[in-house]
């Protein structure tokens, strides 16, 4: 079994990973649901966070879905993007 699989369940130890996440692009870090419906947070290339629901526009693209473990996001020209949370 690996370290990775090993520490599954100490989420104190997946939070901390090293090179989890890039930190020079957008990246999701975290899906969450709330009296207010789903949100996420959402990290800018400059260390920026922006909480978000579908609809909502952050960081230049404006946020299409939210699931479990991914953010669909459009930008303003009309193209896609699909981002997952780091190490899943």
């Not at 419906?37 to 579908?54: D, E, M």
Request: proline share 3%.
């Amino acid at each position: 079994m690996s370290d990775e699989q090993a520490n599954a369940g100490q989420p104190g130890v997946t939070a901390t990973m090293p090179n989890a996440l890039d930190l020079n692009g957008l990246a999701v870090i975290g899906v969450m649901e709330a009296h207010d419906g789903t949100s996420a947070l959402l990290r800018s290339s400059r260390g920026q966070i922006a909480r978000v629901h579908v609809g909502d526009e952050a960081f230049g693209v404006r946020v299409t879905a939210i699931g479990n473990d991914q953010v669909l996001l459009t930008d303003r020209w009309g193209r896609s993007q699909s981002l997952a949370l780091p190490r899943s």
